[in-house]
C-alpha cells in the first residue's frame, strides 16, 4: 500500500512491503495540488512497545516502508523520516513549526532545567543569542589550555601503561579527560573548586538520581556566578562569555539561575557526545591499522602544535567525519509539529511527532555505497560532491544545529592528534562492539586497550 487518505479505514493496515523514493525537491515540504487529498504515509499497526529496541524498530520499518512511516510511540502520533529532503524541510524548510519536544527531551529538561536544548520559540531564540558569542571561533581559541591540558595528562598516564605493560580502559579514561575539558572550558580558573562535584557525570546513568545530582550542580553554578558578579574579574572561559551577553530588548544579562541552566546544560551536552565519538575513534583506528597509519603520517608532518596547525590537519578531519558517520552519538533528534503542515505528497496533523535518526540515514544503503564499512576518504575533497548536504548531520542542523560543533571538532583534533603522535591502542581482549542507542550511542561494554609506544615524532605542544 502507498500512502492513503487521512480517514480511510485502510489507512491503518499497511502490511504490503514498500520503499518509496524519496521526493526529487531539495526541501520536501510543498503541499499537493489538491488540499483535498490528505495522504498519511504508511506504517505499521502494532505501535511501538516500550521493552523493544527503539533504533531497530525504526530500522526495521524503514527498510519495510521507505523513507517515511508513521506509528505510534510512547503513545504520541509519530512519522519517522529517513530522507535528507524531509530533514530538509523539518530542521531549516519549515523549522519553526517543529518544536523540540518528545520523551527524550522531557527526560533532558528534567535533569538541566529551562536550558538551550529543552527550549523553544523566543525563549529558545533568545538564549542562542546570548551564548553563540561563547561558541566563536576566536572563543573557542581561548580555551586552547582546556583542550591541552587534560589530554596531555591522559597521554602521559597512557604513556606509562603502555612503559608497563598494562592495559587501560579506554572508555572510562576518555570519558574522564573530555569532562575535565569541559569543566575547564566553562569554568577556566574555578576547575578545581567546582570538578569535585561534577565528577559523577563521567560515572552515573541518566535516572532520577541523575536529575537530583543535576540540581545541586546547578545551584553550584549559581552560587560561582553570583560570587563572580559581586568580584567581577575578566575570564575568557564559557561562564564569563555567558554573563558578558546582555538581552538585546531589554538589556539585561542572563539571572545566575538562568546562567546555571545553560552551565549544567553544557557540560551534559558537552560531555557524553564527544566522549563517545573519541571511544569509537579508537575502536575503528583498532580495526584499521591502514588508516591510523596515514594519520600519524600527517601528524608527523606537524611543525607546531598550535591551534591553526591542528585545524589544518586534512585526513584527521576525515577520520572524524567518518567516525560521526557511523556512530553519530546523538543517534535520535525529535520534533513536534506545531501547526499542520506537509511532508511531500503526505499531510502532517499538528501535534504529530516526528523522529529522524542520524544513525539510519547515515547509514542509508541509498544514500551511501557499503554504509557500515569504514571509508574516511569518503570525505576527501570532491568525493562527496553527489551527496545531499544533509545526508549527514551528526550535528543537527538548521538554525537548531549544535552550537558545540565547532568546539568538538577542535577538542577531538588536539585529543587525537596529542596522543597518536606517540601511541597506538590496541584491544587487550576480545574485541567487543555493539552499542547501546540510549540518549547517545553507547559501547555496550568499555574498551579495553593496550597502549603501545611508537617510536617518538617530535613537535612542541603549546
Ligand atoms: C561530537 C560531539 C557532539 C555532537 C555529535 C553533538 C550533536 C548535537 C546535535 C545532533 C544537536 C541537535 C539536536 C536536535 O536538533 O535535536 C546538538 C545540539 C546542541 N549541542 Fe551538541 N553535540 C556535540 C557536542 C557538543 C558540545 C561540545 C556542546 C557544548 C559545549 C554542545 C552543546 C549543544 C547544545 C547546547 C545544543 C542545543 C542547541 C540549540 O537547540 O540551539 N554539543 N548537538
Redesign the pocket.
Known amino acids: 500500500m502507498e500512502g492513503c487518505a487521512i480517514d480511510s479505514a485502510s489507512a491503518q493496515s499497511a502490511q504490503k512491503p514498500l520503499t518509496r523514493p524519496a521526493p526529487s525537491a531539495r526541501d520536501a515540504g510543498a503541499a499537493p495540488a489538491s488540499a483535498e487529498v490528505r495522504r498519511i504515509p504508511p506504517g505499521p499497526e502494532e505501535a511501538y512497545r516500550t521493552a523493544e529496541d527503539l533504533l531497530e524498530f525504526m530500522r526495521t520499518h524503514c527498510e519495510r516502508y521507505g523513507d517515511i512511516f508513521r506509528t505510534s510511540i510512547y503513545g504520541s502520533n509519530v512519522y519517522v523520516i529517513n530522507s535528507p529532503q524531509y530533514l530538509h524541510h523539518v530542521?531549516l524548510g519549515n523549522w519553526r513549526n517543529y518544536a523540540?519536544r518528545g520523551q527524550a527531551v522531557k527526560r533532558i529538561a528534567l535533569s538541566l532545567g529551562n536550558?538551550?536544548?529543552s527550549s523553544n520559540g523566543q525563549t529558545?531564540a533568545k538564549q542562542?543569542r546570548l551564548?553563540q558569542p561563547a561558541?566563536t571561533r576566536p572563543s573557542v581559541r581561548a580555551l586552547w589550555d582546556a583542550f591541552l591540558r587534560p589530554t596531555t595528562a591522559l597521554a602521559e598516564r597512557w604513556k606509562d601503561a603502555a612503559r608497563r605493560g598494562a592495559s587501560v580502559d579506554v572508555t572510562h579514561d576518555v570519558s574522564h579527560a573530555v569532562l575535565e575539558t569541559?569543566l575547564r572550558?566553562?569554568f577556566g580558573d574555578d576547575y578545581e573548586r567546582v570538578a569535585p562535584h561534577f565528577s559523577l557525570i563521567a560515572e552515573e546513568s541518566r535516572n532520577l538520581s541523575f536529575a537530583q545530582a543535576c540540581a545541586q550542580l546547578r545551584s553550584i553554578i549559581a552560587q560561582l556566578a553570583e560570587e563572580r558578579r559581586e568580584r567581577p574579574r575578566e575570564s575568557r572561559d564559557?561562564l564569563g562569555m555567558m554573563m558578558l551577553g546582555r538581552d538585546r530588548d531589554s538589556g539585561c544579562p542572563m539571572s545566575a539561575a538562568e546562567l546555571a541552566c545553560q552551565g549544567i546544560?553544557?557540560v551534559i551536552?558537552?560531555h557524553e557526545?564527544?566522549a563517545?565519538?573519541l571511544n569509537w575513534v579508537w575502536y575503528l583506528l583498532s580495526k584499521h591499522p591502514q588508516v591510523e597509519e596515514r594519520l600519524l603520517a600527517e601528524i608527523a608532518r606537524l611543525r607546531s602544535f598550535d591551534f591553526e596547525s591542528v585545524a589544518g590537519l586534512g585526513y584527521l578531519q576525515q577520520v572524524l567525519e567518518e567516525a560521526?558517520r557511523t556512530y553519530?552519538?546523538?543517534w535520535l533528534?525529535?520534533?513536534r509539529a506545531l501547526e499542520s503542515d506537509y511532508l511531500g505528497e503526505y499531510f502532517v496533523p499538528a501535534g504529530t511527532e516526528i523522529y529522524l535518526s542520524?544513525y539510519l540515514l547515515q547509514r542509508h544503503p541509498r544514500l551511501w555505497e557499503s554504509p557500515g564499512s569504514f571509508i574516511p576518504d569518503r570525505f576527501a575533497d570532491g568525493h562527496s560532491g553527489e551527496q545531499h548536504a544533509l545526508a549527514t548531520?551528526?550535528?543537527?542542523a538548521g538554525?537548531?544545529?549544535?552550537?558545540?560543533?565547532f568546539?568538538?571538532r577542535t577538542?577531538?583534533q588536539v585529543h587525537l592528534a596529542l596522543i597518536l603522535k606517540d601511541l597506538r591502542l590496541r584491544f587487550a581482549e576480545a574485541e567487543p562492539a555493539g552499542f547501546v542507542a540510549d540518549i547517545n550511542l553507547r559501547s555496550r561494554d568499555h574498551f579495553l586497550m593496550r597502549p603501545q609506544m611508537r617510536a617518538c615524532i617530535s613537535v612542541n605542544p603549546g
Request: charged fraction near 15%.
Open positions: 530542521l523540540r536550558g538551550l536544548i529558545w542562542r551564548l561558541f569541559t572550558a566553562i564559557i546544560t553544557l551536552a558537552g557526545t564527544t563517545s565519538v560521526l553519530p552519538p546523538l533528534m525529535t520534533r542520524p548531520c551528526p550535528f543537527g538554525p537548531r544545529n549544535c552550537i558545540g560543533e568546539f568538538a577538542e577531538m
